[in-house]
T-cell receptor
Framework: DADVTQTPRNRITKTGKRIMLECSQT?????MYWYRQDPGLGLRLIYY???????NKGEISDGYSVSRQAQAKFSLSLESAIPNQTALYFC?????????FGPGTRLTVL | RKEVEQDPGPFNVPEGATVAFNCTYS??????FFWYRQDCRKEPKLLMS???SGNEDGRFTAQLNRASQYISLLIRDSKLSDSATYLC????????????FGRGTSLIVHP
């Protein structure tokens, strides 16, 4: 089984809809991250959390919110989706040295 | 200036070739350096960490030049399966690890 899982893997939605992307991990890591990836732009940090009570904005947090429900779960919400939020979203954890990424969620906002 | 810069490529090389990528970073306080590999539409995966003394893993060699603030990745005897995007990742020291990713360098190895 994968150590970091994301649901859904693909989602098509309409402008204005509320969307939640979920991330779960079995690695026991405290640190979790949400990124988006757009063609030619690399990975950009949306939010990160270093433990259950810690939430921090990344470089592109506008239009997004997160919830750290437990050590193993970190959810990303788009309160009112817009087309420029169409992207590939990755959740990641960090252990002692490296980051471990989930398989990604491909989100399309029409 | 972007914090972490990479030549996007693509680098188009024949099988068996040696290819090298560089990545420059702007934060002189950076302490951790990595190369990740990302296949098309897949998640990034750690290829190797980059240490001050340099490190080698099979056909892959990574080096760090702190004075000039760049890291490099050398791939010898390229295989078709090496075709991917290689991401440079740089992080500052301390407990608040917020890595900065380069935009990636695309490598295409052809027969």
């Amino acid at each position: 089984d994968a150590d970091v899982t994301q649901t859904p893997r693909n989602r098509i939605t309409k402008t204005g809809k509320r969307i939640m992307l979920e991330c779960s991990q079995t690695k026991g890591h405290d640190r979790m991250y949400w990124y988006r990836q757009d063609p030619g732009l690399g990975l950009r940090l949306i939010y990160y959390s270093f433990d259950v009570k810690d939430i921090n904005k990344g470089e592109i947090s506008d239009g997004y919110s997160v919830s750290r429900q437990a050590q193993a779960k970190f959810s990303l919400s788009l309160e009112s989706a817009i087309p420029n939020q169409t992207a590939l979203y990755f959740c990641a954890t960090r252990g002692a040295n490296e980051q471990f990424f989930g398989p990604g969620t491909r989100l399309t906002v029409l | 200036r972007k914090e972490v810069e990479q030549d996007p490529g693509p680098f188009n090389v024949p099988e068996g070739a040696t290819v090298a990528f560089n990545c420059t970073y702007s934060n002189s306080a950076s302490q951790s350096f990595f190369w990740y590999r990302q296949d098309c539409r897949k998640e990034p995966k750690l290829l190797m960490s980059v240490y001050s003394s340099g490190n080698e893993d099979g056909r892959f060699t990574a080096q760090l030049n702190r004075a000039s603030q760049y890291i490099s990745l050398l791939i010898r005897d390229s295989k078709l399966s090496d075709s991917a995007t290689y991401l440079c990742v740089v992080g500052a020291s301390g407990g608040s690890y917020i890595p900065t990713f380069g935009r990636g360098t695309s490598l295409i190895v052809h027969p």
